[in-house]
């Protein structure tokens, strides 16, 4: 019912910057929060970045100054913009959407399946 749609992961060098999208499609009624999580090898997925329906974003510590969510409400897309990369960012990067489907009275969660992001010189 729900298909999410992940991009823009890859190789970069420290310092450099990296863009990941992710589109939510589908019987889809209304999204109450969008947000990021990744996780690195051989540790737990942690979160990175949240953005709630009213556009109040939260940020873990180790990437505030550097990274930035945003949204594109009307396309269903969440958006991570990720500058001065350094290579403890190197993760799979998961997006995920808290909504609601068509014909349904409560939210659900739903999950990409991940992107890499790999910061290397």
């Known amino acids: 019912q729900v298909q999410i749609a992940e991009s823009g992961g890859g190789v970069v060098r420290p310092g450099g910057s990296q863009r990941l999208s992710c589109v939510a499609s589908?019987?889809?009624?209304?999204?109450?929060?969008m947000g990021w999580y990744r996780q690195a090898p051989g540790r737990q997925r942690d979160s990175v970045a949240s953005i709630s329906n009213a556009g109040i974003t939260n940020y873990v510590e180790s990437v505030q100054g550097r990274f930035t969510i945003s949204r594109d409400i009307d396309k269903n897309t969440v958006y991570l913009q990720m500058n001065s990369l350094k290579p403890e960012d190197t993760a799979v990067y998961y997006c995920?959407?808290?909504?609601?489907?068509?014909?349904?009275?409560?939210?659900?969660?739903?999950w990409g399946h991940g992107t890499q992001v790999t910061v290397s010189s």
């Open positions: 589908g019987s889809i009624d209304s999204i109450y929060a």
């Open positions: 995920y959407f808290h909504l609601v489907l068509s014909g349904s009275l409560q939210y659900t969660e739903h």
